[in-house]
């Protein structure tokens, strides 16, 4: 082999010897730079775990009996519990954003709900609108329906549940073990509807103040058109809902009718 065989052969492979240091070199240094990337995150994980255990430690209440609830846009919704008898069928519509905090044990009992709050669901689920209804009515998160609980810009009742066209029937539950006991006549829910988007609002806690939330009462179900179900406590004296909506003339009287048709069930048979 002459020499110039040899220069260039010794060439070639000091140019491999350059080109595998420098790949295993950024190979090491792109791992630590990970490394630290990853250790930085897992830092601030931890931090925020500390911080969420360090307020539930500092909470003399810790163990709350939560209502499953999330808050999304002012609004705060309570799940809904699908009965075994009812067929439902929900679509998803469009996100509307993403749960941020979850309450269950770490919140306190006088922990103000925000937007983004949840009590079960974990941070980061997607919460949904339900495809066909307005999102201020219902929404769904994890495969599970929320319904509107508490709206405070609502200033009526068809503010608060906005349900005149989503509603299949109304049923009226004993108050004794929540079945069925009576459906409204189409008539008096196509009634009931009408007069609903009419009825005013109050503060619940004034309500309460003023004892209007006491007295005979009866459970009503509203079935909306997809099956998802909830309910609303209505007093018959005053002519109030839990919900704090003040029922008018025209209320009272479809509800009084749909209790005698029950009182002239029961004397039929």
Known sequence: MNISKIKILISIIVIILIYTS?????????????????????????????????????????????????????????????????????????????????????ACSDHKMKNGDATYLDINTPIYEVRGYPSNLIVSANNQVYVVYNNMKAKTADELFPMKNFVNKIYIQSTDDGSRIHTFSQFSKNMFLEEWYKLKLRDVQTLIDERKLEG??????????????????????????????????KIKRIVGNELKNINQSIKNN
């Open 22 to 106: 420098s790949i295993t070199i950024r190979n090491y240094f792109y791992d630590v730079v990970s490394e630290g990337e990853e250790y930085k995150e897992s830092e601030q994980i931890n931090k925020d775990l500390d911080h969420l255990y360090k307020d539930r430690k500092e909470c003399p209440d810790a163990e709350i009996s939560w209502v499953d609830t999330l808050k999304i846009n002012d609004i705060r919704y309570e799940s809904n519990k699908y009965r075994g008898d009812t067929t439902i069928q929900v679509e998803n519509g469009n996100e509307i954003g993403k749960v941020s905090y979850t309450m269950a044990g770490y």
């Open 216 to 249: 005979k009462r009866i459970f009503l179900e509203i079935e909306l058109n997809n099956g998802i179900t909830f309910w609303q406590t209505y007093w018959i004296d005053t002519n109030t809902f839990h919900s704090g909506v003040i029922g008018n003339e």
